[in-house]
């Protein structure tokens, strides 16, 4: 009786050991996780500033871009303008 009841001990024993074991091994497992999410939480941080950064650009580019339009609608208007003039003139001359 004594002699399975140490043998139940020793399973008990090593089982726990290797419990032990592989708590370990998944502790170990969810710190590397947490490392990597830490990483990329950071990754995607960075990645929204330059986002932001890339926006705050594009929205002064189109900006831009529209006072372009604007400018180049004058000139063609002025263009028009000028050359109903010169058309008028070339009439009256001849």
């Given amino acids: 009786m004594n002699a399975r009841l140490t ?3 020793i399973n008990l024993t ?8 592989r708590l370990t091994q998944l ?4 710190a590397l996780l947490i490392l990597r999410l830490t990483y990329m939480s ?13 926006t705050k650009g594009l929205t002064w580019l189109d900006s831009r871009l529209a ?3 604007l400018r ?7 263009l028009a303008l000028l ?5 008028w003139l070339k009439q009256t001359l001849t």
């Fill in 7 to 9: 043998e139940r001990r």
């Fill in 14 to 21: 090593g089982l726990m050991s290797l419990l032990k074991l």
């Fill in 27 to 30: 502790v170990k497992r969810l």
């Fill in 42 to 54: 950071r990754r995607l941080s960075l990645l929204k500033l330059r986002l932001a950064h890339l």
């Fill in 67 to 69: 006072l372009l339009e």
């Fill in 72 to 78: 180049l609608s004058y000139l063609t208007r002025g």
């Fill in 83 to 87: 050359g109903n003039r010169l058309a």
